[in-house]
């Protein structure tokens, strides 16, 4: 999991985090391409929102973000496919400009119900 936009208020990190996640993608590609029989597979997922942050633990302290936004990110990518990056709604919205966006429709999110997701598939040139 990565997190962007945690230290400074930045209204495009959602953009940088777009860039990264394509990156992966052309990487991972690369990495098949070139590699004798490995063929690894990787769902993406998306969200925007607040998060809750903080270190834990004391003999091995370690920084971590949880709540609502963190979860539902986390469920764009376990339902999701293989290959593609999944976001809801109010996220595909964001992003719009920059990228195009695909509806996949309604999918069941725990916790949540029947949630409208969709596709980002390519940046806009």
């Not at 400074?8 to 690369?30: G, S, T």
């Not at 590699?35 to 597979?41: A, D, H, P």
């Not at 302290?61 to 949880?66: K, L």
Request: hydrophobic share 40%; proline share 3%.
């Amino acid at each position: 999991m990565a997190a962007s936009g945690l230290v400074h208020e930045d209204p495009n990190h959602i953009f940088v985090m777009m860039e990264f996640l394509f990156d992966i993608k052309k990487v991972l590609e690369q990495f098949n391409r070139n590699t004798m029989g490995f063929e690894f597979q990787m769902k993406y997922g998306c969200h925007v929102g607040p998060v809750a942050s903080g270190v834990i633990g004391q003999s091995a302290p370690m920084f971590d973000i949880w709540g609502d936004t963190v979860n539902i990110a986390s469920r764009m990518m376990t339902t999701g496919i293989v290959g593609k990056i999944q976001v809801l709604k109010e996220t595909a919205e964001d992003i719009e400009s920059r990228y195009a966006i695909e509806k996949r429709g309604k999918v069941f999110v725990k916790g949540k119900g029947d949630i409208e997701t969709f596709f980002v598939t390519n940046p806009k040139l």
